[in-house]
């Protein structure tokens, strides 16, 4: 029996997996194939059983209906009151989604999940409401019937020859926790209908004559059990994977091609379906040409909504850039494993004398290994229309005089040839390479033809007998004028055609250019305000658009930082304000784009997307847009890569913030550790030294002579003395450790600084030969008296206690340029080479054995550091010569007025 447990770590994916479903809301459909069927009903009854167990059950919408039995199961219930919008002079009841989310209940009833909500409301369509509310962890009950799914609309409409506007992507449905049927008979349906307890009279003549007849009715349930059971199916599959540990995948991959077209729409339905039926991963691909931008208004909403169709039904958006449609579908087809294209029927363009290759022909040359699947349709054929404003804007007047000029230049160059007795032959090419210059250098295929036709009149009107007429005598010349068209269009074309290749390359290499620099760009930011300045400037650079960039701190999303395309035109307040935040936030909390060309707060200025991490949205992009096309296909795609490279740097550095912020805690950790380590064990000493003094003073004090009294005496005030400049010194490490040590600095003598530490330096100073050099009495630097002496009295307590006894300490000042500089070196055996560079690090000590008996924690000379770096200055270790060590620090130097 084969072992298929699943490993720890599934275990862990599956818990979270199911905790993350537990924070969100459940979702029910009651589905039907048709008005009538009683879903309201269905749904209505199992909210009442829901309420009788003990759910708190809200009615959050439910469509006003002439069915008594169904309003009156509605009543009992506490309903939400409606949203009262106005619309074209009309009120409008609408769900109020902000008072549901206030509510709060555990189950809220929302009938027809398809519907479209007026103008103003916070989302385009219910559905998006729905989402809102799952996000939010209320249970949700709702009706839908099969028409309103977004991939069976073609077939829908096929049955029935109606086509539903108010349509409902499939992932809403796929995604449902529970999807109960609700169905009947198509007779006892129509009887319904004739009892008038559906429609009213009128209403339900025309129903049954239109769409209520029986044929419709039994097509539209098939369809509706057939979506029932490819739900159920695909769940089973789903469970099966889980068992498994793997996804469900047979390996096939759709493409679908992506188009202007009309007929489009269906395409990518069909596609969708593939995709359902082969458990295939599925692909939506366009390919932009440089004609795209010249697309009608009409043809780039077609376009949009096609995209935004794919996206719904769950295709992977790609788009490529070139001139070559066929190839670049065959060229990403090889490259990402697509095992089945899926389009539309091309239209077949004529050649002037034979048919060329069609589209289909050409991508099946180019793919052979491919299966191309051809959708037909009924509707004329497609021929993507250009705006006219793009057309007018070819006619220049400086390509005009250019194709005048290289035209006489070629006619001036054809006269010297004719007077040098040159063939003819020799002067038409000289008019073919005017017209491929012509058509290099101008813009528009317009001017290539137009000197193609000018070349041969010029021609023959210059160079044919009889010269200055447009006749011809000899019987070959037609044939010659003919070749020479065919030659010039043939010309004219083909560089066109280089040209707009040329452009195509050059327009994919900047924008490669940009993502890569992008990715390199982030790759060297180490501070967030690094990221998110770069961030915006390259995705400024890709969009030519100004950007507002959200960031989040401590879960809070931040105002934007404006980075303006033109810096001679700043974006505007409004673009800026409270209204456009509150989108922002909105987008941060739901995880999903808002805003203008969106579904969702289609009012607003500026196009929001997220910055999504693994987890949780790292940051907001806002893009302000100035009319309510949005982005580009192709641009949107780039974004989209741009953004993800954004969120893996965002992610790398919160990454690192954790780690270093872990660290600090760990070193805070030790150097705790090391302090009450050190403090336990020095504090001993002194202390023992001081209360075994005190008791023999308190025990025997009467009999002990009076100059071994002084002694003790003395004994424990220098131990006091120490443990003083114990505490001291530990009191200062934790007030720079907390960023409160402050520096009240003053001018101060030089001279007067070293003598006030050496009044309190360590009780074995007389052990040893102290001595000063100044090189100038007058040395003045602006310090905090106490900081700089109590740094003083540590070096000089560190050469005391690492020295031997009767070695030489010298404490050397002297200017150097516009600093102090103090030295103080002793003749000891000095440290080496490697303790050199950790020196200055708390708790460090050269040599242990040296230093526990002579009570060093190893703080003084770390917070000499500090203390020296926060006056501006640098402290350092060096050898002495011929022997020992040499501790010196720099002050800046305060200049003296000998004359004031």
Not at 626 to 632: A, R, T
Not at 692 to 720: C, F, K, M, P, W
Request: glycine residues 6%.
């Amino acid at each position: 029996m084969s072992d298929e447990r699943p490993t720890p770590e599934t275990l862990l994916k599956r818990i979270s997996d199911h905790e993350g479903k537990a924070k969100r809301g459940t979702l029910k459909i009651f589905f039907g194939y048709a008005a009538g069927v009683g879903k309201t009903y269905a749904m209505l009854d199992a909210a009442r059983s829901e309420q009788k167990a003990g759910a708190d059950v809200v009615l959050g919408y439910i469509e006003p209906h002439s069915r008594p039995d169904t309003m009156a199961l509605a009543q009992g219930f506490e309903d939400i009151p409606v949203k009262k919008v106005a619309y074209r002079g009309i009120v409008l009841n609408e769900f109020d989604l902000d008072a549901a989310l206030k509510r709060k209940p555990e189950l809220i009833l929302v009938d027809e999940l398809a519907h479209t909500n007026a103008s103003g409301c916070r989302h385009v369509k219910r559905y998006d409401d729905i989402e809102e509310l799952l996000n939010a962890g209320i249970n949700v009950y709702t009706t839908l019937n099969v028409q309103h799914l977004e991939s069976l609309n073609d077939i829908v409409a096929s049955v029935t020859h109606i086509t539903v506007k108010e349509r409902v992507p499939d992932f809403i449905f796929d995604r449902a926790t529970q999807v109960e049927l609700v169905d009947i008979e198509p007779d006892v349906l129509i009887e319904r209908l004739n009892a008038r307890k559906i429609y009213k009279e009128t209403q339900a003549k025309r129903a049954l004559r239109h769409f209520f007849t029986r044929d419709n009715l039994v097509a539209l349930r098939e369809i509706a059990l057939r979506r029932i059971a490819d739900k159920v199916n695909r769940e089973v599959e789903s469970n099966r994977a889980e068992v498994r540990d793997t996804p469900y995948y047979t390996g096939e991959h759709i493409l679908v091609c992506l188009s202007s077209s009309p007929s489009n729409a269906k395409v990518i339905r069909t596609a969708a379906r593939f995709a359902s039926a082969f458990h295939a991963s599925f692909t939506a691909l366009f390919v932009e040409t440089p004609h795209t931008k010249e697309l009608n208004d009409k043809n780039r909403v077609r376009l949009r909504e096609n995209l935004k169709l794919a996206e719904q039904l769950g295709a992977k958006i790609a788009t490529v850039y070139g001139d070559d449609v066929a190839y670049q579908i065959s060229e990403y087809a090889n490259a990402g494993g697509v095992s089945k294209i899926v389009m539309g029927r091309s239209n077949n363009k004529h050649g002037l004398f034979f048919a060329k290759p069609n589209f289909v022909e050409r991508l099946t040359a180019l793919a052979p290994n491919m299966d191309v699947y051809i959708i037909p349709d009924n509707l004329p054929p497609h021929r993507p229309e250009t705006a006219q404003r793009h057309i007018q804007e070819h006619f220049y007047l400086s390509d005009l005089l250019k194709m005048a000029g290289i035209l006489a230049l070629c006619t001036f160059v054809g006269v010297l040839f004719s007077s040098l007795h040159y063939v003819q032959i020799n002067i038409i090419t000289i008019y073919i390479l005017g017209v491929l210059i012509i058509s290099n250098q101008t813009n528009g295929r317009i001017y290539g033809l137009g000197s193609s036709v000018l070349s041969v009149l010029i021609y023959n009107y210059v160079f044919i007998e009889p010269r200055f007429t447009l006749n011809a005598y000899g019987q070959d010349y037609p044939v010659t004028f003919l070749i020479m068209l065919i030659s010039s269009l043939i010309t004219s074309s083909l560089t066109m055609r280089v040209k707009y290749q040329a452009k195509a390359a050059a327009v994919n290499a900047h924008r490669t250019g940009i993502l890569l620099e992008t990715s390199r760009k982030l790759q060297r930011a180490n501070e967030f305000h690094e990221i998110v300045e770069k961030s915006s400037q390259q995705i400024s650079r890709l969009l030519n658009r100004s950007v507002m960039f959200f960031a989040v701190k401590d879960g809070e999303l931040q105002k934007p930082w404006i980075y303006s395309a033109d810096p001679s035109r700043p974006l505007p307040v409004e673009y800026s304000g409270e209204e456009e935040y509150a989108v922002a936030v909105w987008v941060y909390h739901n995880r999903k784009p808002a805003g203008i060309s969106t579904d969702t707060l289609p009012g607003a200025k500026a196009l929001y997307l997220p910055v999504k991490g693994k987890d949780t949205v790292l940051a907001v992009i806002g893009i302000p847009m100035w009319n309510e096309e949005g982005l580009e296909v192709f641009g949107r795609s780039l974004l989209e890569g741009m953004i993800y490279e954004i969120s893996f740097a965002i992610e790398k550095y919160n990454l690192n913030e954790k780690q270093n912020q872990a660290s600090m805690k760990a070193e805070k950790e030790r150097l705790r550790a090391n302090l009450l380590r050190a403090i336990s064990h020095d504090l001993r000493t002194p202390l023992t030294s001081i209360s075994g003094n005190a008791s023999v003073l308190l025990s025997d004090g009467t009999q002990i002579e009076e100059e071994q009294t002084h002694r003790l005496l003395e004994n424990i005030y220098e131990d006091s003395l120490w443990l003083i400049n114990l505490v001291e010194n530990i009191l200062a490490v934790t007030r720079i450790d907390d960023g409160r040590l402050s520096i009240e600095t003053q001018p101060e003598l030089v001279q007067d600084l070293i003598a006030e530490a050496l009044l309190h330096t360590d009780r074995h100073s007389t052990e040893h030969q102290i001595s000063t050099v100044l090189e100038d009495d007058m040395l003045m630097v602006r310090v905090d008296a106490h900081l700089i002496v109590q740094t003083i009295i540590n070096i000089v307590n560190n050469a005391i206690t690492y020295t031997p006894v009767g070695s030489q300490i010298v404490i050397h000042a002297f200017q150097q340029k516009q600093w102090v500089i103090v030295e103080i070196s002793d003749n000891g055996k000095g440290i080496p080479d490697k303790d050199k560079k950790q020196i200055f690090d708390m708790f460090y000590t050269a040599n242990n054995e040296i230093v526990d008996s002579r009570r060093g924690l190893g703080i003084g000379l770390s917070l000499c550091k500090s203390i020296i770096n926060a006056h501006g200055g640098e402290i350092y270790v060096r050898d002495h010569q011929p022997h020992g060590t040499v501790f010196g620090f720099s002050l800046r130097l305060e200049e003296v007025d000998h004359h004031g």
